[in-house]
């Protein structure tokens, strides 16, 4: 995701990232960094090790025929037990959601919160879906193949409300953009307690978020849902991320001075708890333990950047990446996909040309629609803040470097 950006927030582009920070700015740049490690973690799982792994998804996905071939040596380095570089990357994303939302959320009212965020989602989203189903069109005709995707699987894609309608994903990466949405409209609905930096609040939302996982185990509340079933496990698909998500928040809690040191932790080890526990007994529990472990690896990284955040300065080749981070994630699987079967089974290519001629062809893409509709959509959600300055907090927590991360 993320996920994983944010008003009132100068991109690498515009001078942001070369302009000498205030000391206060500095706190912020290991997120706008990581977002750029985030993005190319992710990539690499994808054009990689799903590439790869699962041929047969792939194709039907792009409506291309299955990829032939032995599997290269590099499919190994990315596909150890140990580590998925997919899952870490969307849990690092998810935990700058969590940090830097609430600071968006200080310089909203609740309606302009949810309309700046809707801005800064959809425009790009839907020009990225355009690319994608444009893409995965001329694969088809190509390949002389059946498009892949019905119209209402792409109407409710493109509302991002394919969990609760019950459609397959159709670019294989947005299923953690229905989690960010709803991780917004609980921010908005927890407004004056996020602003205050209650504890309990978030607490509060990961004991319930439990209850509705556990209560599937209930016989007489699974008949109640039956009808609904499909749908209901849809959203509860959300629960877990959203409570990891909120672990994020209590960083940005410390970060404004409302938490202790020892109350983060302790705060971190509780959220964690009731994030392990909505995965296991919620309606899809085959991703754990392979993939939680890599949400730990992720929250130690996280963590880790987050105590040294005051000596870490802005590195121009990660600011770049982190600014076309957000159209990155969206398009580089399905045009990904799609042109590395062109250079191989079409044009004769071996797998690491044509991953060489992709990966930057794919940041071409992205870097485009950053430039063409992205910027437009930040610079359109900036104008809705409620007031010209930052609440006070915010500006005395990063001064003028208030922009270096964009939630």
Known sequence: MTTPSQQNQPRPSEGGASAAPSRDGHRLVFANQLRGL???????????????????????TTSSPPQPGELPGIFTLVSQPWFNFGPFGVAVFFLISGLVIPISLGAHSRATFILARLLRIYPTYLAALAVNLGGVWLASRYWDLPFA????????????????????????VNWSLVVELKFYLLMALLAPAIRRGSVSALFAIGFGALAA?????????????????????????STPYLVFMLIGVLFN??????????????????????????????????????????????????GGLFLIRGHLRPFRPLDALAAISFPLYLIHSLIGYSLL???????????????????????????????????????????????????????????????????
């Open 38 to 60: 985030a993005a190319l973690a992710v990539m690499v799982a994808h054009l990689i090790g799903v590439f790869w792994g699962s041929r047969e998804v792939v194709g039907i």
């Open 149 to 172: 995707h019905a119209g209402s699987t792409i109407l409710a894609n493109a509302l991002l409300l394919q969990d609760i309608l019950v459609k397959p994903t159709v670019d294989l």
């Open 213 to 237: 996982n556990l209560a599937l185990g209930a016989p007489l509340f699974a008949a109640a849902v039956a009808p609904w079933q499909a749908p209901f496990n849809g959203v509860l698909f």
């Open 253 to 302: 809690y410390r970060l404004r001075g409302l938490l202790s040191a020892p109350g983060l932790l302790a705060g971190i080890v509780g959220l964690g708890a009731l994030f392990v526990a909505c995965w296991r007994g919620g309606p899809f529990p085959e991703g754990y333990p392979h993939v939680l472990v890599n949400y730990a690896y992720a929250l130690a990284l996280f």
């Open 341 to 407: 079967k062109l250079l191989m089974i079409a044009g004769g290519l071996g797998y690491y040309p044509a991953l060489a001629i992709t990966v930057p062809a794919v940041m071409a893409v992205a870097a485009l629609l950053h430039f063409g509709v992205e910027r437009w959509s930040i610079e359109a959600g900036k104008r809705l803040a409620r007031r010209p300055a930052a609440p006070g907090w915010l500006t005395r927590l990063t001064g003028r470097r208030a922009e270096l991360v964009r939630p």
